[in-house]
């Protein structure tokens, strides 16, 4: 059974970077095709892909917010680490990381999602 | 960047009914890459459909997928009370690579 469970910090000032990380059982990073994206929503509104990671370190980012995304794995622990500079009231949102496979256009399962408020 | 619409933004109906979502593109996107979700309040998306007509693990009948090109649906046969959610539809493009959500619909008890 795959499970991913994102973790970090509740609440972030303007300007500072983001952290979060994804730890996920029943699958490994280092196997063949498999991948963890980065997705996000707003409270109330839709969807937004962020990035994307495989098991052969290829990386992956949304165009729109490429300059302030990092993406990086550490198979060893069964994590993949998201950061996001320069954090806005915007970027508020719940963020999910979710298991993909390279040949797939979706993402299956996903994780719990966080919290994250950007506010002063 | 492909643009997916969906509608409506809001679909009211009543359990037992018959509940149609469409999706459409701003350009023609790969069935097999055309995935929906179904999302209730405060939890993850779930995956329901994936390659535009292929039900996902442990997924009801009751829920089917189908279209091409550019205009995308999702077909409950027979809403049960837990059916009412948000639901998502998702394409993913390989040049350059990105993911795309609509904007979603509420289904929503009438």
């Known amino acids: 059974q795959i499970t991913l469970k994102e973790s970090g910090p509740t609440l972030v000032k303007p300007t500072q970077t983001l952290t979060l990380t994804c730890t996920f059982s029943g699958f490994s990073l280092s196997t063949s095709g498999v991948g963890v994206g980065w997705i996000r929503q707003p409270p109330g509104k839709a969807l937004e892909w962020l990035a994307l990671i495989y098991w052969d370190d290829d990386k992956r980012y949304s165009p729109s917010l490429k300059s302030r995304l990092t993406i990086t794995k550490d198979t060893s622990k069964n994590q993949v680490v998201l950061t996001m500079t320069n954090m806005d009231p915007v970027d508020t949102a719940t963020y999910y990381c979710a298991h993909r496979m390279v040949y797939e256009g979706w993402f299956d399962p996903w994780g719990q999602g966080t919290l994250v408020t950007v506010s002063s | ?110």
Do not use: H, N
């Open chain 2, 1 to 110: 960047e492909i643009v997916l619409t969906q509608s409506p933004g809001t679909l009211s109906l009543s359990p037992g009914e018959r509940a149609t979502l469409s999706c459409r593109a701003s350009q023609s996107v790969s069935s097999s890459y055309l995935a929906w979700y179904q999302q209730k309040p405060g939890q993850a998306p779930r995956l329901l459909i994936y390659g535009a007509s292929s039900r996902a693990t442990g997924i009801p009948d009751r829920f089917s997928g189908s279209g091409s090109g550019t205009d995308f649906t999702l077909t409950i046969s027979r809403l049960e009370p837990e059916d009412f959610a948000v639901y998502y539809c998702q394409q993913y493009g390989s040049s350059p690579p990105s993911y795309t959500f609509g904007q979603g619909t509420k289904l929503e008890i009438k």
